[in-house]
């Protein structure tokens, strides 16, 4: 039964009530003088402070309490405290907000020692709940115990016709205080992802006028005056630079035209004076087309993120110290054709005075591969975004996931593989997604299970049913002959309870780890020992060994080695040249005991990269890629956490080779 309890002036309300009709007039009822603003706004939502009646809130594993020991306005706040791990209180928004238009959203925040808060909006399309957006902190330097403001929007293009049950959630894990929260209605301006493809047209356009030919043998100086800048996202004028050299603003794009009369292999040095900022990660990036060519960092001593969860906290107040001007290019395979190199700042400070860069063109044959394939990882297909290290851009990924499979057939890469995680929750839905994406692009695409792919027991036979082309002979585990390689793929994704026995889904009142199962280490042997010639490539999630230590701007990097007997069986086999993976959301590459391990950073989160190997007789070489709409990549980045080593973590992990 529901119950209200007032003594010293606090609420009390357990259960989940219906909210009456009338959110704020039902607010307002007991003490219209403290929630009503004297100048009305009408764009105003939803206003409440907690200093007059509690509301009647729908809760979920979790209690709430008016609080009049603290608030961050007024005298009141509301206490949440979740009766599980985490739960929350939610206001009901149905009736109060249209599917068309754009709003904003926010609360203040006061998390204890343990806990942590969120502020989202979320609704039911019939069958699942999803996140709609999820409001960010405006600050990631605060400690426990501080109020923090808690922002969100969520544009009118991300409402869908079957949104229903719409909520906004005051989530805890701990207990937490909620105050001043508010909802509003208002106009946002087109997102990056929609505003680059006009930027991007207009800098190719003007760039054209100034290309520049790289013939086999050449050396070339591009100077600022041979370029065009784009001075952000937030217009598509995009200016010729007057003179030799150029300071770059946050977010800035320096574009150059070059052509390739032929196939070359191209090096350089770039001159980028550093500017006063020497907070530790990434000066710019350096890219041809969507290769990353370079990645130089502001290095500090050894650090990590803040709060107790480190890997995903922001990065502290802390500096580093000044770098060399010079930044070497990592050489690059430049098909025939026109190009665009790019100088692009890091999006949460300038990137310095651009003073030049140096082309090298070799004059030694760049022979057309036999093939080319493309690494994914951590697509995430899903509902909405969310805040991990950086953005999860679940629901913008499915688009750009179609965008670049389409580039890569129009580049005539053979096929490609996703390396895990290609789901964000393993709905149904999200895995009929995924197999529509694939089969459209027209380009052949093979799948891997990661643990967001195996949450529920249906998530492997919806899989196979809606994804078959993924998955080679109707099983999770497969080989893919690719010659002259091998793939072996593995699915490491089941669940063990609290016993070790192996589970095909996640319970969460029972679980204690993910692996494979010792029947899949018995097919490995099997399929090892049935052909020791060719060369193989294992293909699993989670990564088969990091190395740890420092990243290149000093991070902290933790040391992965996620099963020591498998990767015996690996190291054993004569013709095992190296394995891919992914799961980190970073980019890492490391050679151990012979064999060379690739992890790829995610593509639906910074840096949004992926990989693409050129096969040859006698060796594989590979590049990384960030995704070709650089406002996806920007509003997939976090500039308050400012977390841009996930991009470069230790020197050469941009491109590598393997012998055959």
């Known amino acids: 039964m529901n119950r209200r309890t007032f003594g ?17 007039g039902a607010f307002a009822a007991e003490d219209a003088t403290e929630t009503q603003p004297a100048n009305r706004d009408d764009s105003v939502v939803l206003n409440e402070g907690f200093e007059g009646a509690i509301p009647d809130l ?79 902190p405006q600050t990631f330097n605060a400690k426990p115990g501080d109020w923090i403001q808690l922002v969100g929007t969520l544009r009118g293009e991300e409402w869908n016709a079957t949104d229903r049950d719409v909520m906004m959630a005051l989530s805890a894990t701990g207990e937490c205080r909620f105050d001043d929260v508010v909802l509003r209605k208002t106009h946002i301006p087109p997102p990056p992802i929609a505003t680059y493809p006009v930027i991007s047209r207009n800098l190719h356009a003007k760039a054209d006028r100034l290309a520049v030919s790289l013939s086999p043998g050449a050396e070339v100086m591009l100077s600022a005056d041979k370029g065009i800048l784009a001075a952000g ?39 980028l004076e550093p500017d006063a900022d020497l907070r530790p990660g990434l000066r710019a990036a350096v890219l041809c087309d969507s290769t990353v060519l370079a990645t130089p960092m502001v290095r500090a001593d050894a650090w990590v993120g803040l709060g107790p969860r480190t890997l995903t906290g922001a990065m502290p107040d802390i500096t580093g110290a000044r770098p060399a001007e010079q930044v070497e290019l990592s050489s690059w395979f430049l098909p025939a054709g026109r190009h665009y190199l790019m100088v692009a700042s890091p999006h949460f400070r300038g990137g310095g005075t651009f003073r030049g860069l140096q082309l090298r063109v070799s004059d030694r044959p760049a022979p057309e591969p036999l093939y080319q394939f493309a690494l994914l990882s951590d697509t995430h297909l899903g509902s909405g975004r969310s805040l991990w290290m950086n953005y999860k851009m679940n629901e913008p990924a499915r688009a750009e996931l179609a965008a ?257």
């Not at 693409?612 to 594989?620: A, G, K, L, Q, T």
């Open 8 to 24: 010293k002036s606090v609420g009390v309300f357990v259960g989940a009530a219906v909210r009456p009709a009338g959110l704020l």
């Open 58 to 136: 729908h809760t979920y594993r979790a209690e709430y309490f008016a609080d009049d020991t603290m608030a961050h306005g007024g005298r009141r706040s509301l206490r949440v405290v979740p009766t599980e791990r985490s739960g929350g209180a939610y206001f009901r928004l149905d009736g109060l907000v249209d599917l068309k238009s754009d709003y904003e959203f926010s609360a203040w925040a006061r998390a204890g020692e343990d806990g942590s808060a969120r502020l989202y909006i979320s609704a039911s399309d019939g069958q699942q709940r999803h996140t709609k957006a999820q409001a960010a």
């Open 233 to 271: 996202f937030a217009s598509a004028d995009v200016q010729p630079i007057a003179g030799a050299s150029v300071e770059l603003p946050p977010d800035g794009m320096l574009v150059f035209a070059v052509d390739a009369p032929q196939a070359v292999h191209v090096s350089g040095v770039m001159r």
């Open 404 to 660: 670049t499979l389409a580039a890569l057939k129009a580049e005539q890469v053979r096929f490609a593989l996703i390396a895990g995680d290609m789901t964000d929750q393993a709905r149904r839905e999200q895995f009929d997604a995924l197999g529509r994406i694939c089969r459209g692009s027209g380009l052949p695409v093979h799948g891997c299970i990661g643990n967001h792919d195996s949450y529920l027991a249906t998530s492997r036979s919806d899989a196979l049913e809606l994804c078959p082309e993924l998955f080679p002979g109707g099983a999770t585990d497969y080989v893919l002959n690719q010659a002259p390689l091998r793939f072996i793929v593995l699915d490491a994704s089941y669940w063990r309870d609290r016993n070790g026995v192996f589970m095909d889904h996640y319970d969460p009142n029972n679980g204690m780890g993910i692996g494979i199962k010792p029947e899949q280490v018995d097919w490995l042997r099997e399929t090892l020992s049935a052909d020791t010639k060719t060369p193989t490539l294992a293909v699993w999630h989670y990564p088969f060994l990091t190395c740890g230590g420092l990243s290149t701007c000093g991070y902290q990097l933790p040391a992965e080695r996620v099963n020591q007997e498998v990767l015996d069986i690996l190291e054993a086999a004569p013709n095992v040249i190296g394995t891919l993976a992914g799961h980190t959301h970073w980019n890492h590459f490391h050679v151990h005991n012979r064999l060379h391990h690739v992890t790829n950073p995610a593509f639906c989160e910074w840096p949004n990269a992926y990989r693409v190997f050129r096969v040859y007789p006698d060796h594989v070489e590979w590049e990384l890629r960030q995704v070709g709409n650089r406002g996806f990549v920007r509003e997939s980045f976090a500039p308050a956490k400012a977390l841009s080593w996930q991009i470069s973590t230790v020197d050469n992990d941009l491109r590598g080779t393997a012998t055959l």
